[in-house]
């Protein structure tokens, strides 16, 4: 079964920087591509950033140039760098690997951006 876990959410200020991580496990990533997705409070489940099995990311317009993808299929790992955090930023940050309608997810990361 595959398994995903997140880590890395937190509390930060605006402006400030944090690195999620994604690790998966119970397959080798890298038959998956991998998203981030996010979902902040009585909103609607959100696509933050992918990145294909051969490495090309995709972002939101929202996080284009502040959060950067990336994926380590040696290690079975998938970041998000988020920089320059705003606090609409704020959400629960979730891991996917294979897509949104047929993927598996993670519980998800605590984001939390104060102003």
């Known amino acids: 079964q595959v398994r995903l876990m997140e880590s890395g959410g937190g509390l930060v200020q605006l402006g400030g920087s944090l690195r999620l991580s994604c690790a998966v496990s119970?397959?080798?990533?890298?038959?998956?591509?991998m998203g981030w997705y996010r979902q902040a409070p009585g909103k609607q489940r959100e696509l933050v950033a992918t990145?294909?099995?051969?490495?090309?990311?995709t972002y939101v317009d929202s996080v284009k140039g502040r959060f950067t993808i990336s994926r380590d299929d040696t290690k079975n790992t998938a970041d998000l760098q988020m920089n320059s955090l705003k606090p609409e930023d704020t959400a629960v940050y979730f891991c996917?690997?294979?897509?949104?309608?047929?993927?598996?997810w993670g519980r998800g990361t605590q984001v939390t951006v104060s102003s």
């Open positions: 996917n690997a294979g897509g949104r309608l047929l993927g598996f």
């Open positions: 990145i294909t099995k051969g490495g090309i990311p």
């Open positions: 119970g397959s080798m990533m890298s038959v998956y591509s």
